[in-house]
């Protein structure tokens, strides 16, 4: 049954899509455990403390951090609401359009999402980079931005979606 090829698809596709959908199962797990062991939080939330540590003013509006960590606004907005009741983040009315909301990362936030980057990197080059050819790793990053934009928020999940 291993073998046998999914209604629809050749067999590479089937090989591809099995692969995938093993890989969007697991690798989440796995990077959820290390966070929750190490650091004591969701590999959700380190997307989202690491984007705003990144960010040249360590801040964004709401709707550009759920953009840019990958995440809903209402799941941001929830996640921004735990880190403020931890001290790793305030709201603050953005001075360019005082009707949005950007999230602040504080000296709190910041050292929380710097004590944790170096395990989770290091564990994310042995489970992922170590395994893969420079050539597989290009690939890979084409291949993601791919199906990231067609099934992102700019495609399948767009709101203007019909």
């Avoid at 049954?1 to 999914?6: G, H």
């Avoid at 959700?44 to 360590?58: D, K, P, Q």
């Avoid at 609401?81 to 999230?103: H, I, K, L, N, Y």
């Avoid at 791919?146 to 399948?156: N, R, Y």
Wanted: proline share 4%; net charge neutral.
């Amino acid at each position: 049954m291993a073998d046998a090829l999914i209604p629809g698809m050749t067999t590479e596709q089937t090989r591809a899509w099995r692969a995938l959908m093993g890989m969007t199962t697991w690798l989440p797990a796995a990077l959820d455990i290390q966070l929750q062991r190490d650091a004591g939080i969701s590999n959700a939330e380190y997307g989202a403390l690491s984007t705003l540590a990144l960010a040249e003013t360590r801040s964004m509006r709401l709707t550009e951090l759920a953009r840019m960590a990958n995440s809903a606004l209402s799941r941001i907005s929830k996640m921004v609401s735990r880190f403020e009741e931890q001290g790793w983040v305030r709201r603050e009315a953005d001075p360019d359009d005082r009707r949005a909301t950007r999230a602040v990362l504080t000296r709190d936030g910041y050292r929380k999402v710097a004590a944790a980057t170096p395990d989770h990197v290091e564990f994310v080059q042995r489970l992922v980079f170590a395994a893969l050819t420079p050539e597989q790793i290009r690939g890979l990053a084409e291949a993601a931005e791919s199906i990231t934009a067609a099934a992102g928020p700019d495609g399948a999940c767009s709101s203007r979606m019909s």
